[in-house]
């Protein structure tokens, strides 16, 4: 099975300040990689999607970018944060191909004072 | 556009007891769907998966059924143990690897 790695567990950033929270995969190759977020009390949404090293398929319009420089690498990022990027951010994994479920990372709790 | 719903924000059960969580989505394409569980702080994972050509899947204490006339499917959880006690998301296969994710339901088990 997959691994997911997560990091930082937790931040708090300053509005207006940049951010960068990385993903890395273990145990696949060539994986779907997926940006979720949780809002408080909410259930998750998919913010980004890729199926290969530099590919991102945005799927909100938001604050944040995601890029895929290695083949298990999946960064998060944004220039200015905003109050509303606070969250729970999750990074997801499938094998490649539709029906195969994903599997998770720990995430990261962002919060932007 | 929410296409999958979970209507019961929270369930309390009895431990030893049927847990029953809901799970209703509007689009009659979905054809596979997918039960996560979640601690707090943690990353959801996989619980049980039922495609559209089967109306039951079962896997130990858990069995979710699927109504593709009624667009619904449930999860039972039998009997319901304190480490069930957990939020639960539904999702269904939305096409291209991507899946859509009901807002869960937050299951608290009582001694």
């Known amino acids: 099975s997959q691994t997911i790695h997560q990091w930082p567990a937790t931040l708090v950033q300053p509005v207006g300040s940049p951010l960068s929270l990385e993903c890395t995969v273990e145990?696949?190759?060539?994986?779907?990689l997926y940006w979720y977020r949780q809002a408080a009390g909410r259930g998750l949404q998919l913010l980004f999607y890729?199926?290969?090293?530099?590919?991102i398929s945005s799927e909100v319009p938001q604050n944040l970018s995601a890029s895929r420089p290695q083949d298990r690498q999946f960064i998060l990022s944004s220039k200015k944060l905003l109050l509303s990027d606070s969250g729970f951010y999750l990074c997801?994994?499938?094998?490649?191909?539709?029906?195969?479920?994903?599997?998770f990372g720990p995430g990261t709790r962002l919060t932007v004072l | 556009d929410q296409q999958v719903k979970q209507n019961s924000p929270s369930l309390s059960v009895q431990e030893g007891r049927i847990s029953i969580l809901n799970c209703d989505y509007t689009?009659?394409?979905?054809?596979?769907f997918l039960w996560y569980k979640k601690y707090p702080a943690e990353g959801p994972t996989f619980l049980i998966s039922?495609?559209?050509?089967?109306d039951k899947n079962e896997d130990g204490r858990f069995t979710v059924f699927l109504n593709k006339s009624a667009k619904h499917l449930s999860l039972h959880i039998v009997p319901s143990q304190p480490g069930d006690s957990a939020v639960y998301f539904c999702?269904?296969?939305?096409?291209?690897?991507?899946?859509?994710f009901g807002a869960g339901t937050q299951v608290v088990v009582t001694p």
């Open positions: 997801a994994s499938s094998q490649g191909g539709s029906y195969n479920e994903q599997f």
């Open positions: 145990g696949t190759s060539n994986p779907n």
């Open positions: 890729s199926v290969g090293i530099g590919q």
């Open positions: 689009n009659s394409m979905f054809d596979y």
């Open positions: 039922i495609s559209s050509i089967k």
């Open positions: 999702a269904a296969h939305v096409g291209w690897g991507k899946f859509q």
